[in-house]
């Protein structure tokens, strides 16, 4: 059957005859459905959009009587040849007349960047069932009610009074106290109402910070990796932008920071690796500050999903010198629609922040900043914050079960700090932009690192994965799917048994070595684990750095293949593998005989030596 001329979303709250018309309508005012087209019947057209024919004949007859359509007996439905006459500006020429505007624009408008044109979000993702990218607004976690009520608040006779009349460039004094009294305490700052300005969210505070200290005369130091969109913005200005390297501890602060006028760090969770900077790093930083005269943009990007049991003060709370200019969201976390940040530094800083804000908008919306004001003060944000930093824990350690216990994939994860985000690490030799085209195809979205270097060729060869949109019960089949397609794509390249060095151990063989033998591994995420495997089928287990986690469970011998269960550990699911002993090497292989893990075993007793 013919492809449908148009698509119905069957998550709109809108109507199918209603979708039908619309889309119709669209298709026609845009040119994809040119005048005097003839449209499928309203039976073939019912059949390739799986819905009733009535609905199809109802949208027709309104478009007809609304002069987008005309019918001709015995021939057909056909757009109606005179419905774009009307229009302003319209002509025969149509395509010709475009391009010879559009060609006139290009001689005036300046081209941005060639880089800034790569870097771009994936508007239908929504649509994808494992989208692990971060920084998606999952809308089933929306406070709707506790929001309406706040915004129920703000519609009230005299608050409607105070803001819809506007107050010059100033923001909503309650607000600003909320800001002040509930949010700042949080991480520790002290700060005065002079001291904070309400921003459009975080991108439109560093454009502010961007048109305050940067210029031709300005040497900003940025992290490697890092935020791309503070680069872009401070090249749009002519700074002269400096790379500075990020390790375990984040930012590196040494010599290389003794010429920067500007630092930009993302201490609470560094974009993209999701390191948390060190208390002591944070003091260097400060220090390097006051010694070489620089000023500190903090980005305390995620600084509400922070799941260390003693989150780490923000850099402006440590602050002697008035030098830290602290930036921050409010609506990151909430909804991304409603488009609120803010910026904390010295009363001077503000108010002539205040006057560049002036120049694009005199403040954000007055009622969105009642109605987060109410939000605020009724509890309802410290309510929001708690609930999903449960979820976004939960999902995000569901991420690191599910890539953990998947083994034998050549991936390393980051260590756990927090954040939404994993970042992780795959060989050099491993094509990862093929197997983020291929991850697309087969409905799994993860995210590419290179746009986070300044210079591409230094990237790491990573992906990057976020729990923010995506529930937790899908965690794990999209993991499990990706790690498929991972195995795929390397299966011309990895050991498989029958090719396989060392000794394939069968049967009684196999139960005798394995009896009383210890496997040591690293996890994907870097810890260590210790398995025995114990006489009368009995398994313990130890991870961690300090044995802090640990796990009991059962092993056997089936005919050539080694069985173990966990009683939590793998999800306490059986699998199953054959075993290969390469010297002081085991090698797992899975029912397709490709190797899925190896590690170092200590036998109980020593296999003559033999190959094949």
């Given at each position: 059957m013919?492809?449908?001329?148009i ?10 005859q ?9 298709g ?5 459905f ?5 449209l499928p ?5 019912a059949?390739?959009l ?5 609905t ?7 478009l007809?009587?609304d ?6 007996q ?7 040849e005179?419905?774009l ?6 002509s025969?020429?149509?395509s ?6 559009s060609a006139a624009?290009?001689r ?12 771009h979000?994936?508007?239908n ?21 506790e929001?309406?009520e706040a ?12 803001w819809s009349t506007g107050r ?8 600003i ?8 305490t ?8 002079d ?5 459009m969210?975080t ?7 961007s048109?305050?200290?940067?210029d031709?005369a ?16 401070l ?9 500075q ?9 040494d010599?290389?920071?003794?010429n920067a006028?500007?630092v ?39 600084c509400?999903?922070n799941y ?8 402006r709370s440590m ?14 976390a ?12 010295n ?8 006057q ?10 007055l009622?969105?900043q009642r109605?987060?004001?109410y939000?605020?003060?009724l ?11 449960r979820?976004f ?6 991420l690191?079960?599910?890539?953990n ?5 050549p991936?390393?994860?980051s ?16 094509d ?27 990237a790491?060869n990573?992906?990057r ?10 965690i ?10 991972i ?37 994907v ?12 089928g009995?398994m ?11 796990d009991?469970g ?12 966990w009683?939590r550990w793998v999800y ?13 090497k085991i ?5 397709d005989?490709?190797?899925?893990d ?8 020593d296999?003559?030596?033999a190959v094949g």
């Amino acid at each position: 059957m013919q492809d449908a001329i148009i698509y119905l979303d069957s998550n709109s709250s809108m109507g199918l005859q209603n979708q039908i018309r619309q889309k119709l309508v669209d298709g026609i005012l845009s040119g994809a459905f040119p005048p005097g087209m003839k449209l499928p019947s309203s039976r073939k057209l019912a059949q390739q959009l799986a819905v009733a024919r009535n609905t199809v004949v109802a949208a027709y007859h309104q478009l007809i009587a609304d002069g987008y359509l005309i019918s001709r007996q015995r021939s057909g439905i056909f757009v109606n040849e005179q419905i774009l006459e009307s229009r302003v500006g319209h002509s025969g020429r149509g395509s010709v007349a475009a391009q010879a505007e559009s060609a006139a624009w290009a001689r005036r408008v300046r081209s941005l960047p060639a880089r800034w044109r790569e870097v771009h979000d994936q508007p239908n993702w929504r649509y994808y069932p494992y989208p692990f990218i971060d920084g998606k607004f999952d809308q089933t976690l929306f406070p709707l009610a506790e929001w309406r009520e706040a915004n129920r608040l703000a519609l009230s006779v005299a608050d409607v009074n105070e803001w819809s009349t506007g107050r010059g460039d100033s923001d909503d004094p309650k607000l600003i106290e909320e800001i002040r009294t509930k949010i700042l305490t949080r991480r520790g700052i002290q700060a005065h109402a002079d001291e904070i300005l309400v921003t459009m969210g975080t991108q439109n505070s560093l454009y502010l910070v961007s048109q305050m200290l940067a210029d031709t005369a300005t040497t900003f130091a940025v992290e490697e990796p890092g935020n791309y969109e503070i680069r872009q913005l401070l090249q749009m200005r002519g700074a002269d932008v400096v790379t500075q390297p990020v390790d375990e501890d984040g930012l590196v602060v040494d010599d290389r920071l003794c010429n920067a006028n500007v630092v930009y760090v993302t201490p609470s969770h560094q974009i993209p690796t999701a390191v948390a900077m060190s208390l002591e790093r944070r003091r260097e930083l400060l220090d390097a500050a006051s010694a070489h005269d620089f000023l500190v943009v903090e980005d305390d990007y995620e600084c509400e999903t922070n799941y260390m049991d003693h989150p780490l003060p923000a850099l402006r709370s440590m602050d002697a010198g008035g030098r830290v200019i602290y930036v921050a969201s409010l609506s990151k976390a909430l909804a991304p629609g409603i488009r609120l940040g803010f910026i904390v530094a010295n009363a001077d800083f503000i108010r002539r922040a205040r006057q560049v804000r002036r120049k694009i908008l005199n403040h954000p919306p007055l009622n969105n900043q009642r109605t987060m004001a109410y939000f605020l003060s009724l509890g309802h944000y410290d309510s929001l914050m708690l609930r999903l930093g449960r979820i976004f824990r939960e999902r995000r350690v569901a991420l690191q079960r599910a890539l953990n216990n998947v083994r034998g994939v050549p991936m390393e994860i980051s260590p756990e700090v927090g954040g939404t985000t994993y970042w992780v690490r795959t060989p050099n030799d491993f094509d990862v932009a093929n197997l983020i085209r291929q991850s697309e195809q087969h409905g799994i979205l993860v995210e590419p690192v290179e746009h986070y270097y300044s210079i591409r060729e230094n990237a790491e060869n990573c992906i990057r994965m976020g729990v923010t949109s995506i529930p937790v019960e899908r965690i794990r089949p999209g993991v499990e799917r990706l790690v498929g397609l991972i195995r795929e794509i390397v299966k011309g390249k990895v050991e498989h048994l029958p090719t396989s060095t060392g000794r394939w151990l069968r049967g009684d063989e196999l139960r005798r070595a394995m009896l009383n033998a210890t496997v040591l591994y690293r996890e994907v995420h870097g810890a260590p684990c210790t398995i025995e495997h114990l006489e009368n089928g009995v398994m313990t287990g130890r991870r961690g750095y300090a044995n802090e986690d640990s796990d009991s469970g059962r092993w056997r011998v089936e005919g050539d293949i080694f069985y173990r269960k966990w009683d939590r550990w793998v999800y306490g699911e059986e699998k199953g593998y054959y075993i290969v002993i390469d010297g002081d090497k085991i090698k797992y292989f899975n029912s397709d005989k490709q190797i899925v893990d190896s590690a170092y075993i200590r036998l109980a007793d020593d296999l003559p030596e033999a190959v094949g």
